[in-house]
């Protein structure tokens, strides 16, 4: 039985149900059974790679083999990781590579990167590359240093983009604090334009939950300043179909007096934003926020959207 399986181990990887039979050997089998296995896969991980079910294979055994064999399987995709990066099945490979394989052995991953960066990130899959690279190796400051670079040198770009807004996320989320202070301070100056974008606004959001106190004060100084029309940013940003739920988040972020500071900005304009569909959102947020009575009564709507069971409607979902 078992010479059988090894002859006919290659069929069987990307065969829609065979693979599943290989994934168990690599997962439950013997050593012996994988060490047998493992030499299948030899001269045959970039084709594998790139199938549908042979991609699950490479996968699975990358989690299970040993490291000599598991570095082996991953030195056969040098040459080829942009091909893979842009695949469908490929890119998972490489990211498992990036998460099982030690750094120093899988540099031509990061190496195929660089130049390349903006590219990826704004890519379906190379942005879930980028993110894995910078999870893992985020304690090898010579391996993602070069990356990050990049991505501070596109930011602009990036943050407007469909995937590459994930990827800066990312960045403020985990990254160190230099690089995070670097994201803040190129974006700030364009705050409310990025605010008012689909995309982006989701970055100005994680700006404010990672900055720290002063950083924050900044922020808020900035969107309360006063225009040569006497208006704010603050103002605009709650009557915008996007830019309202970056209010939304700082108003739960902020501690006072930052939040009774941005309320007492909110309180001359309540009758205003009753005109507008996203300004009773932040109405109804400040309500919700505030510990005094005569502030809860006087941001009251009056009344609320309904979803169809009668109840508040929850305002958390960005407009399509």
Do not use: W
Not at 100 to 109: L, T
Not at 123 to 142: F, K, S
Not at 242 to 251: D, E, P, R, S, T
Not at 271 to 287: D, M, Q
């Amino acid at each position: 039985c078992q010479r059988r399986v090894h002859g006919e181990a290659l069929g069987l990887m990307t065969d829609v149900f065979g693979n599943y039979v290989i994934q168990k050997l690599f997962e439950f089998g013997l050593p012996k059974h994988r060490k047998m296995l493992a030499g299948v896969l030899r001269g045959n991980v970039l084709t594998l790679t790139l199938q549908t079910y042979g991609c699950r294979v490479i996968q699975k055994a990358l989690e299970t083999i040993d490291e000599e064999d598991r570095i082996a399987a991953a030195m056969e995709l040098d040459g080829h990781v942009l091909r893979c990066v842009l695949d469908q099945n490929g890119n998972h490979v490489i990211q498992k590579c990036v998460e099982r394989v030690p750094p120093s052995c899988v540099s031509f991953v990061v190496n195929s990167f660089l130049g390349n960066v903006q590219n990826l990130a704004v890519h379906a899959y190379g942005c879930r590359v980028i993110q894995r690279i910078l999870e893992h190796y985020q304690n090898h400051e010579e391996v993602v240093a070069p990356i990050l670079d990049e991505i501070l040198e596109n930011v602009q770009n990036l943050v407007r983009d469909q995937y590459g807004n994930y990827v800066v996320q990312h960045v403020l989320i985990n990254g160190r604090k230099d690089y995070q202070r670097s994201i803040i301070e190129k974006l700030r100056p364009q705050a409310l334009e990025l605010a008012q974008h689909k995309f982006a606004s989701n970055v100005v959001e994680k700006m404010f939950q990672y900055s720290d106190p002063p950083e924050r004060q900044v922020i808020i100084s900035d969107l309360l300043e006063p225009n040569a029309e006497g208006s704010s940013a603050l103002l605009l940003m709650m009557k915008d179909q996007y830019a309202n739920y970056v209010i939304q988040k700082i108003l739960d972020l902020a501690e006072d007096p930052l939040r009774q500071e941005i309320i007492d900005h909110i309180r001359p304009h309540i009758a205003l934003l009753r005109r507008y569909t996203y300004g009773k959102h932040i109405i109804a947020r400040v309500e919700k926020l505030s510990d005094s009575p005569k502030d809860s009564k006087l941001f009251s709507l009056g009344e609320y959207q309904e979803d169809n069971h009668g109840e508040r409607a929850h305002f958390d979902e960005r407009p399509e």
